[in-house]
């Protein structure tokens, strides 16, 4: 009894994300976003569009889209650069909204 693990409290589930499939969508506003931040400075001329952000960082981003709740959740991806975070999340927020509860949609109407 003195060495029972003490319980985790239960995290509250997250929302889910819409499968819109608006990944190719998704693909080509985080190119957009690259190449405008790659024009943006000039010191990265001689690297190209790479060094601001991988195409397998997009990649990540896309195949982990339905699970980026948070703008930190974007800045944990590998290869996402810390000053772009909060555009990615908001084109991911975008094109895949996050679904709403079920169960307030379906109550029914107070009686009077």
């Known amino acids: 009894s003195v060495n029972q693990p003490v319980p985790k409290p239960r995290k509250k589930p997250r929302a889910l994300r819409s499968k819109t ?25 001689f690297f190209g569009p790479q060094a601001v952000m991988t195409c397998d960082s997009i990649d990540r981003v896309i195949k982990g889209c339905h699970k980026l709740h948070t703008r930190e959740d974007v800045a944990a991806v590998k290869g996402v650069p810390l000053n772009m975070s909060e555009r990615i999340f908001q084109v991911v927020d975008n094109l895949f909204p996050e679904k709403t509860s079920q169960t307030q949609r379906h109550r029914r109407p107070l009686q009077n």
């Open 21 to 45: 499939g608006n990944e190719d969508s998704l693909k080509q506003k985080l190119r957009e976003l690259r190449d405008l931040e790659y024009k943006r400075r000039p010191e990265l001329a």
